[in-house]
DNA sequence: TCAGTGATTAGG
DNA sequence: CTAATCACTGAG
């Protein structure tokens, strides 16, 4: 796997519909428990976006939870679910826009629950700042990948149209 | 298809 | 305080 360039801020700010296409082929590091690095291609992520999308957790507006999808692009967005799984998600866009990017896959490791047990993402990793962080950031190796699009998983709840939104990317 | 499992949330 | 919900997974 190529070295890469850490994504900046300018990468994250823009519109969650921008940013979830670019991320399939960018490379997540990680830092482990022994304090060495590990590097994952992302293959696989979601575009939640902002309080009109019924799928989005902010949808319901801020609460404990959502606050950090408030926050300008750039910072990771936690959640425990379905009381075994944390979802590791990227947050997008400018300040007071609630957008975020669920990475659903990464190399190896297929299902956005089964990720985050394999490399040890929890809750300690809420708010995290990936242009600044010393233990998670994404870079860009600069190779050209085609991405495929599909609509939403495990949405059903939100409705037909939110359902029904391409905005599910794959490589 | 379906249960496990517990944080999060709205509501009393 | 209670009860419902849930951006998942693995077993059958």
Redesign the pocket.
């Known amino acids: 796997m190529k070295e890469g360039i850490r994504l900046s801020k300018d990468f994250y700010t823009r519109d969650v519909l921008e940013v979830a296409p670019d991320l399939p082929g960018k490379i997540l590091v990680i830092k482990l428990e022994d304090g060495s690095f590990k590097r994952f291609k992302i293959t696989e992520v ?1 575009a ?1 976006r902002g309080s009109e999308d019924r ?4 949808f ?2 801020r ?4 606050e950090i ?1 408030y926050h300008e692009g750039g910072r990771l ?1 936690i ?7 944390w ?1 590791l ?1 990227i947050v997008t866009g400018d300040n007071n826009i609630p957008q ?3 990475i ?1 896959g990464v190399d190896g490791y ?6 985050t047990k394999s490399l040890g993402i929890d ?1 300690s990793f809420y708010g995290e700042d990936l242009v600044l962080s010393e233990k998670i950031w994404v870079e860009d190796t600069g190779s050209v990948h085609t991405v495929k699009v599909g609509p ?4 059903d ?2 409705g037909e149209y939110w359902k029904s939104r391409p905005w599910r990317y794959y490589l």
Not at 110 to 115: E, R, S, V
Not at 152 to 155: D, H, L, N, P
């Open positions: 979601e939640y799928a989005c957790h902010a319901r507006g609460t404990p939870r959502t999808m967005y959640y425990f679910i379905y009381g075994m799984y979802m998600n975020a990017v669920l659903r297929p299902g956005p629950g089964k990720l809750k939403r998983i495990g949405i709840y939100a």
